[in-house]
């Protein structure tokens, strides 16, 4: 099945987030799309799976005009949407989710599991997805629960399957067997859209690429002639560095100091054992690990998000171990939080709200009982300004924003205060290259002046060209150190490091 987009236009209020696009899709084949925060992709995308209704413009399925009234009509076209944001129901299983909203058709009047489950195995067995459809999505790590959602729109017949940044969540081995399953799909004569920020990673899996700026489409090319900085360049529109430039090492002061802590997970689950470090003033300490070898918790720990068992934290020498997370702020402490959603912010507050959410208490802001409103919009619409948050207006919602947006704001919010100590957890995620060199040329300003850094990331790239010294996690300890002043990073050691193989 072939799909073209014709003079695509969508207009939000005062933002034109598509302005006459045309795109062609075509079976057989991955098409990459590329474009800076804000470029109007995931739009482009909801319009194509009939989500939103375009404003002017038309899509045509094998040369045909079409008309989607909502998201049932597009599946129904076979054209399927995986979001970034799942939406799976936790306390379901694989099958009854896959089935969940199919609605009975023709003769046969109802649908039962055993059906479900039968071809949900033949989908399986088709892709190579390898999921049990009788696991429940709340035991499934976040790669598997995104090819349950690859198995929804399969189950629907699509022939045109739209990921929006599938790989941002993902391991670097899950991303392996993620690219594995797409070639699998192409190579059964199904069309895929595939969004990314990574410029390798469109390389490695397209087949052409469009890139968008603006909203609109800017240019168009072979993935085998192109290199990342010609992508690069494409995207933004001006060179693109991606080395970090960082001032001498000069080390001060320990600021944070962790004594032999433990945490458990919610079933006592020991996540963190027996961890000691420090952080010094003027370092970045980069924490590196596979998922899931206890860093989220080490850092809620470190942030007052979850409880110590055992051992000590000390901040700035006070003892912050069972402190709230708000005399840890006051202390200055920044969190950029890994699952913004989560803990960064509230999709339903105005930027300007957001902007102020962990400060809006303190004396610039408030004289008691009032808030400084006048203040509060000032200083959101300068971070705003400073960190290139792509809105008309700071009332906006925070939901309105695009991904990377909302990432911009909650890390403006951090990093634009006073602080001490920096605790950044996948910082970039979902960020164009043009905001990955700004942000990281931030963190290493905090650094420069003085702050103390803490990088945890599932980029080992991003950790290595940031840090002055790494840790690594494993099976919720401290199992290696790494010195990068001394001489450049053995990314070889770190990575058996983190596979648990021993020095
Ligand atoms: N529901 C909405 N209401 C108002 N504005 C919106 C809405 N959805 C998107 N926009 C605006 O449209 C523009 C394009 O957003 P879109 O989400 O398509 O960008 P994107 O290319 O997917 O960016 P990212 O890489 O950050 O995900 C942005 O300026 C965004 O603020
Ligand atoms: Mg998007």
Redesign the pocket.
């Known amino acids: 099945m072939d799909v073209e987009l014709r003079g695509i236009t969508?207009r939000?209020?005062p933002?034109?987030?598509?302005d006459n696009v045309n795109l062609t899709i075509r079976a057989g084949e991955v098409l990459g799309l590329l474009?800076?925060?804000?470029?109007?992709?995931?739009?482009?995308?909801?319009i194509l799976s009939g989500l939103?209704a375009p404003d002017e413009g038309e899509i045509l399925i094998d040369g045909k005009p079409v008309r989607f009234e909502g998201p049932g009509d597009g599946i129904a076209a076979g054209i399927g949407m995986v979001h970034?944001h799942f939406m799976l129901v936790p306390v379901f299983t694989v099958a009854e989710n896959v089935i969940l909203g199919v609605e009975p058709t023709g003769r046969l009047d109802y649908l039962d599991i055993a059906t479900a489950r039968r071809q949900v195995r033949d989908i399986n067995e088709k892709y190579g997805l390898q999921v049990n459809p009788d696991a429940l999505i709340e035991d499934l790590p976040v790669g598997i629960q995104q090819r349950v959602e690859i198995l929804k729109v399969l189950f629907r017949s699509a022939e045109v399957l739209i990921l929006?940044?599938p790989t941002a969540v993902l391991t670097p081995q899950e991303v392996e067997e993620f690219f594995g399953i797409v070639k699998s799909l192409r190579d059964a004569g199904k069309a895929v859209v595939f969004?990314t920020?990574k410029l390798h990673e469109i390389l490695a899996i397209s087949d052409r690429i469009n890139v968008?700026r603006g909203?609109r489409i800017t240019g168009e090319g072979d993935p085998k002639s192109l290199t990342e900085n010609q992508l690069a360049e494409m995207m933004v529109g001006r060179p693109v560095s991606f080395d970090v430039a960082r001032g001498p090492f000069k080390p001060g002061d320990t600021l944070l100091e962790v004594n032999d802590i433990v945490v458990l997970r919610d079933n006592d689950e020991v996540a963190v054992d027996h961890v000691s470090f420090h952080v010094r003033s003027g370092e970045v300490v980069g924490i590196a690990g596979v998922q899931g070898n206890g860093q989220s918790e080490l850092i809620e720990a470190l942030t007052g998000l979850m409880h110590v068992s055992s051992g000590e934290i000390d901040f700035l020498d006070n003892d912050i171990t069972h402190a709230s997370v708000r005399e840890r702020h006051r202390l200055g402490m920044a969190h950029i939080p890994e699952d913004r959603h989560k803990s960064g912010m509230i999709g339903n507050f105005t930027i300007y709200e957001n902007m102020v959410l962990d400060s809006y208490y303190e004396d610039r802001f408030s004289n008691g009982p009032n808030i400084k409103w006048p203040e509060v919009l000032r200083t959101a619409a300068q971070y705003a300004i400073d960190f290139d948050v792509?809105?008309?207006s700071v009332y906006?919602?925070a939901?309105?924003?695009?991904?990377?947006?909302?990432?911009k704001m909650v890390v403006a919010r951090e990093l634009e205060r006073v602080t001490k100590l920096v605790i950044a957890s996948q910082p970039t995620r979902?960020?164009?290259v043009g905001s990955i060199e700004y942000i990281h040329g931030r963190l290493m300003n905090s650094r420069d002046e003085g702050d103390g850094v803490i990088i945890v990331s599932s980029e080992l790239d991003e950790i290595m060209s940031l840090s002055d010294r790494v840790l690594v996690m494993f099976d919720g300890r401290i199992v290696a150190e790494f010195d990068a002043i001394a001489g450049p990073l053995d990314k070889n050691a770190i990575g058996l490091a983190m596979a648990g193989v021993a020095a």
């Open positions: 969508k939000f209020g933002v034109t987030a598509n474009g800076e925060n804000g470029a109007g992709k995931s739009t482009m995308m909801n939103y970034q929006d940044e969004i920020h968008l909203g792509r809105t008309p906006l919602k939901d309105n924003l695009s991904g990377g947006n909302q990432q979902g960020l164009d």
